[in-house]
């Protein structure tokens, strides 16, 4: 079965479990997943104009959206259909659900086990202003409504981000989809691969968002997480007002709708009455549940990159040599052919670039470092220049390098997305065959030896 049409390709969730099912399959993830005769296309496209580039990257996601007349008759039970049929058919000793996590994404592969988003973007075909949040609310509520009225069992974020997503949001209208229940799709994979004494492990990613309530189970999200901050998206700030020009925006910050309460981060935030739901379910089945809790998606990363070093080490393999991942341009195939240790960036931010930053400063250097950076074609407040990802990159004691991306043309480099996986096996030339999977007393093992050394919490 293919992938639902209503789902976008180039979100973290669609991207994400995408990779996963084919590490699962053994199998490279090429192009981000696009058919592979395009990347000849895509690589050619760096000869163009920015103008050029720009109008391309906004009509790929154009291509992909569906008629605002047709949200409300979605069948979001396909969504665990095609699940079901990318995940080999077999069963698991663990199957995770929750929020979207690159980290937890290479550690679901390590272990083996598939993972069930709660979260998905359904891209919606409707043109606003991006520096017009309040607009782009007015034109999204009458089909928000008629969604959530037509699905008791979710919630609804329409996300607005003029920032990062200054080019999709021309075209298209960001309804993210959260599950508040298992649903019949969900339900009936758990029953098909998750034996009785199964284990399903939660990603609880507890990021907020200030947001206005629109109607019973929709909420409207001015701004995402990456290198503006909340504050700035709501109260404007001189790097705003700089970029705002630099676009020929008529405004100098933005006015969005009134704000009145907190909600899970549209993308990354897990929506917490789907735990109740799960453990109803998990008591039904004899399974037991555990959590691992974390407040911001790049908390997992230290976790998951040293719990890689440490199992490398037990598998008498080197651990002196890093890929970092960004966004949904992510290998977890690759990385574990090449014996690779993952960390991975939300997004390709001063933010991102940061943590990066201070963990390769806290832990024993790698020898080395290999760079994907997600690009979005925006010079949005809070992106680095080429200098400050070449600083990082000088943390490696031996060789510093991107893998298919050139930094002078960063964020536009939109032939990285064909270049990318094929960069890997070409610049790391080590090979190891992928590992019996990771034990899940082996993770506990390593957690509990590591109780207050990352910002992550485990419940069981």
């Known amino acids: 079965m293919s992938q639902p049409s209503f789902m976008a390709g180039f979100d973290s969730a669609s991207g994400m479990a995408n990779a996963l099912a084919h590490y699962l399959r053994g199998e490279p993830f090429e192009t981000i997943g696009n058919p592979p005769v395009l990347r000849g296309p895509a690589q050619s496209i ?3 104009s920015r103008k050029t580039r720009e109008k391309a990257f906004i009509a790929a996601g154009a291509a992909e959206t569906i008629s605002p007349r047709r949200v409300h008759r979605l069948d979001l039970g396909a969504v665990g259909d095609w699940l079901a049929d990318e995940y080999p058919d077999t069963t698991y000793p663990a199957v995770a659900i929750g929020s ?3 980290a937890l994404n290479h550690l679901y592969a390590a272990m083996g086990i598939p993972w069930l988003p709660q979260t998905i973007l359904v891209p919606v075909r409707q043109k606003v202003h991006p520096d017009d949040p ?3 609310l007015r034109r999204g509520e009458r089909y928000g409504r008629r969604l959530v009225e037509a699905h008791p069992g979710i919630q609804l974020h329409h996300m607005h981000d003029p920032n990062q997503d200054r080019l999709m949001v021309r075209a298209l209208t960001y309804f993210r989809i959260k599950r508040r229940v298992l649903g019949q799709d969900y339900e009936q994979l758990l029953r098909d691969r998750l034996p009785p004494g199964g284990t399903i492990i939660v990603a609880d990613c507890r990021r907020t968002w200030t947001t206005t309530q629109v109607a019973e189970r929709f909420v409207f999200q001015h701004g995402a997480p990456g290198g503006a901050t909340e504050s700035e998206y709501h109260h404007g700030s001189a790097r705003v007002a700089e970029y705002l020009r630099r676009y020929d925006s008529p405004v100098r910050r933005w006015e ?3 704000l009145d309460g907190q909600s899970p981060e549209a993308e990354w935030g897990f929506e917490p009455s789907l ?3 799960i453990q109803r379910f998990a008591d039904e089945h004899g399974h037991r549940v555990v959590r691992l809790s974390f407040d911001d998606p790049e908390d997992a990363s230290p976790l998951v990159a040293d719990l890689h070093r440490w199992w490398y080490r037990r598998r008498r393999i080197p651990s002196n040599r890093l890929i970092v991942s960004s966004f949904a341009v992510t290998e977890p195939y690759w990385t574990a052919r090449t014996g690779s240790v993952p960390f991975w960036m939300k997004f390709n931010t001063e933010p991102s670039l940061a943590s990066l930053d201070e963990y390769l400063r806290a832990v024993d250097p790698y020898d080395e470092i290999y760079l994907m950076l997600f690009q979005h074609g925006v010079e949005a407040v809070g992106v680095p220049g080429k200098e400050q990802w070449e600083a990082v990159l000088g943390h490696a004691r031996r060789t510093g390098n991107t893998l298919g991306v050139d930094l002078d043309e ?3 480099d939109f032939s990285h997305f064909a270049r990318y996986d094929q960069a890997i096996p070409q610049q790391i030339p080590s090979r190891y065959p992928l590992p019996a ?6 993770l506990e093992e390593f957690l509990a030896g590591h109780k207050d050394d990352y910002p ?3 419940h069981h």
């Open 46 to 48: 760096r000869r163009f």
């Open 100 to 102: 979207s996590n690159g």
């Open 134 to 136: 309040k607009e782009a």
């Open 256 to 258: 969005g709708p009134e």
């Open 275 to 277: 735990l109740d739901d």
């Open 410 to 412: 960063f964020p536009l």
């Open 437 to 442: 999977p990771l034990q899940l007393s082996e």
């Open 456 to 458: 992550v919490e485990y």
